[in-house]
């Protein structure tokens, strides 16, 4: 069974996931296109910072930051 999609900012750090959708504008939906982040692909939650800061994030082996609001628009399915 598989679980249900759930946000990036609640999936659990060293955690991987496959993105599922993009929740957000035309322009949001590009600039992560830009970055490697796109339906379909494995993420994974590298580290969380405290009081709601940024989430650092590992795609292709690179690793970035985002901000919890754009993490919050991302969907993910546990794997």
């Keep these: 069974m598989k679980e249900k999609p759930i946000p990036l900012t609640q999936l659990p750090t060293n955690q991987r996931g496959k993105i599922i959708s993009l929740d957000g504008g035309q322009g949001f939906k590009r600039r992560l296109r830009v970055m490697g982040i796109k339906e379909g692909q494995i993420i994974?939650?590298?580290?969380?910072?405290?009081?709601?800061?940024?989430?650092?994030?590992?795609?292709?082996?690179c690793q970035m930051t985002l901000g919890r609001g754009m993490a919050d628009k991302i969907t993910v399915e546990v794997i």
Excluded: H
């Design 44 to 61: 994974k939650i590298v580290t969380k910072q405290p009081f709601r800061g940024p989430i650092t994030i590992a795609v292709f082996g």
